[in-house]
């Protein structure tokens, strides 16, 4: 089945650092799945950082970015100066149609980002 | 304003009991779907459901059951709960090809 393996956390820096959390997927039900990164923030369902539905593109959303490498079947999470606000715990997902118009998310484990002043 | 609301955010049942756990949603989305979370792992898929009374099975149903009988109400069900069946467990929703919509979860310790 589908998998997606991410950076196991937490992962902790301080604020103005860069970041990068790691994504890889396995995608055997599509061969151009789509990925997205969802963030949860404490107390709060998740919500969608971003998305990319097409290889070889980027997405980007509150300065934080990732491209769709299909040759690496990579979807790296990077923002060059991270800011307090952003600890969160962060999600990489696939998307893959079921049957039809039906679709399905498959999760990494998530990635607990702490960011220190 | 948009959202999906997960009742209640916390429970402690015993083994053996009976759980239900409540979803809902006011964007009148067709699709809603019920996920689990354990440390380590991913959220994992438990039931989908299309609409009214049209339910599917997800990835890991066993010691579930789920009920919709109004488009904007999906509910979990456990009967007979188990001690591994302790986790949080995430709604969700979506209309079409839309973003999924989430809840906070509702996290769930059975002793």
């Known amino acids: 089945g589908d998998s997606v393996t991410q950076t196991e956390g937490p992962v902790t820096v301080s604020e103005s650092e860069s970041l990068i959390i790691n994504c890889t997927y396995s995608?055997?039900?599509?061969?151009?799945?789509?990925l997205f990164w969802y963030v949860r923030y404490p107390g709060e369902g998740l919500q969608l950082l971003l998305k990319?539905?097409?290889?070889?593109q980027k997405g980007s959303s509150r300065g934080f970015e990732a491209t769709y490498n299909k040759e690496t079947t990579s979807f790296h999470l990077q923002k060059a100066s991270v800011q307090e606000s952003d600890s969160a715990v962060y999600y990489c997902?696939?998307?893959?149609?079921?049957?039809?118009?039906?679709?399905?998310?498959?999760f990494g484990a998530g990635t607990r980002l702490a960011v220190c002043p | 304003d948009m959202k999906v609301t997960q009742m209640p955010r916390y429970l402690i049942k015993r083994m053996g009991e009976n759980v239900l756990l409540e979803c809902g949603q006011d964007?009148?989305?067709?699709?809603m779907y019920w996920y689990r979370q354990d440390p380590g792992l991913g959220l994992q898929l438990i039931y989908i459901?299309?609409?009214?009374?049209?339910?599917s099975e997800g990835d890991i149903p066993k010691g579930y059951r789920v009920s919709r009988k109004k488009r904007e109400h999906f509910s979990l069900i456990l009967d007979s709960a188990k001690t591994n069946q302790t986790s949080v467990y995430f709604c969700?929703?979506?209309?079409?090809?839309?973003?999924?919509?989430f809840g906070s979860g509702t996290r769930l310790l059975v002793i």
């Open positions: 990319v539905i097409t290889a070889g």
């Open positions: 995608a055997t039900s599509i061969a151009y799945p789509n």
């Open positions: 459901s299309y609409d009214v009374d049209s339910n």
């Open positions: 964007m009148s989305h067709e699709t």
């Open positions: 997902a696939l998307g893959a149609r079921l049957s039809g118009s039906f679709n399905k998310l498959t």
């Open positions: 969700a929703s979506r209309s079409g090809d839309s973003d999924y919509t």
